[in-house]
T-cell receptor
Framework: DVKVTQSSRYLVKRTGEKVFLECVQD?????MFWYRQDPGLGLRLIYF???????EKGDIPEGYSVSREKKERFSLILESASTNQTSMYLC??????????FGPGTRLTVL | QKEVEQNSGPLSVPEGAIASLNCTYS??????FFWYRQYSGKSPELIMF??SNGDKEDGRFTAQLNKASQYVSLLIRDSQPSDSATYLC????????????WGAGTKLIIKP
């Protein structure tokens, strides 16, 4: 059974803190994605990676960075968290044109 | 204009009726189309995908694609209260590095 896991379901951080969100997939997928989802705005792509150490910016990369040192793991980093980064963060993975699978999501609140 | 447009709803349908969800897109180069269901507080899960013009059926679900008119629909027959969720439409463009472009979703409510 396919699985995408995220390090936390809920996270509360303070403004200015560095935040790490981790995502692990066990399907040997090449492609991994980080989205944020906000009411009325749908899913917005932050970054994606199509191979180890490879990354590309999505639609809203400002304030975020990513790391992919191993194929199964894709990390999202908020260098200095701000209140407008309060959101639901969803990780996903996909192998070429196959189904895209999502992790359970991390609801991040920045105070 | 957004690349993928959906009516945000909510769309209210009586139990047992057919729910019809629609999605329009602007890029004629789009190749593949996906319908995901997302329950409140949960992550999206795939219902169906469709590549070719016409209808594709899977149980109570039928996806319809019309590339000439640039729309894709999802029909849910014999709607159940458990179908109440937000339905997300996504498309994949050629040469997009397997990125999906997402609509904002339609909230569906099935009334018992």
């Amino acid at each position: 059974d396919v699985k995408v896991t995220q390090s936390s379901r809920y996270l509360v951080k303070r403004t200015g803190e560095k935040v790490f969100l981790e995502c692990v997939q066990d399907m040997d997928h090449e492609n991994m994605f980080w989205y944020r989802q906000d009411p009325g705005l749908g899913l917005r792509l932050i970054y994606f990676s199509y191979d180890v150490k490879m990354k590309e910016k999505g639609d809203i990369p400002e304030g975020y960075s990513v790391s992919r040192e191993k194929k199964e793991r894709f990390s999202l980093i908020l260098e200095s968290a701000s209140t407008n980064q309060t959101s639901m963060y969803l990780c996903a993975s996909r192998q070429s044109t196959d189904t895209q699978y999502f992790g359970p999501g991390t609801r991040l609140t920045v105070l | 204009q957004k690349e993928v447009e959906q009516n945000s709803g909510p769309l209210s349908v009586p139990e047992g009726a057919i729910a019809s969800l629609n999605c329009t897109y602007s890029d004629r180069g789009s190749q593949s189309f996906f319908w995901y269901r997302q329950y409140s507080g949960k992550s999206p899960e795939l219902i169906m995908f469709i590549y070719s013009n016409g209808d594709k059926e899977d149980g109570r679900f039928t996806a319809q694609l019309n590339k000439a008119s640039q729309y894709v629909s999802l029909l849910i027959r014999d709607s159940q209260p458990s179908d109440s969720a937000t339905y997300l439409c996504a498309m994949e463009r050629r040469d997009s590095n397997y990125q999906l472009i997402w609509g904002a979703g339609t909230k569906l409510i099935i009334k018992p």
